[in-house]
């Protein structure tokens, strides 16, 4: 005696649907997502728990280890640095300088840049950091 079986459905699972919410997510992810690309050369900055994520300034000073002064990008010295202040801010209130660091810079360097801001009317003198991280 034959039994009868049952014909067993093969199950498919339709991912189609699946995949378009899964680019849709990925594409949303992109285009939400803020990449910000720190453009020149390598810095070590020093820590601090109090860092913010961003600062806009119109101005940008780097200064390396090897006491390399940047200007926006551009090698200068002390002397060009203090003329570029003095050309560059007619209206220096409403200027903003970002001061980017090496953490093995000297000291007085950074001083002596910040010096040179605030001699020629720069206010608004914001230190980069790197915010540190605690873990409990």
């Keep these: 005696m034959k039994l009868l079986r049952k014909k067993r459905r093969r199950v498919v699972i339709n991912i189609t649907s699946l ?5 849709l997510l990925l594409i949303f992810f992109m285009i939400s997502t803020n990449f910000i690309e720190q453009p020149g050369m ?6 601090a728990e109090s860092a913010i994520s961003s600062v ?13 002064i940047y200007l926006n990008g551009e090698i200068i010295t002390l002397d060009e640095l203090d003329m570029a202040f003095k050309n560059m801010i007619r209206d220096a ?10 953490k093995k810079a000297s000291h007085g360097m950074v001083v002596e840049v910040m010096d040179l801001a605030r001699l020629n009317g720069l206010q608004k003198i914001v230190i980069a950091s790197t915010k540190t991280v605690k873990y409990d």
């Design 19 to 23: 995949i378009d919410v899964v680019l």
């Design 56 to 68: 806009s300034a119109e101005l940008e000073v780097i200064v390396q280890e090897d006491e390399t």
């Design 42 to 47: 390598e810095l070590e900055l020093p820590n």
């Design 93 to 102: 209130e409403q200027y903003s300088l970002l001061l980017r660091a090496d």
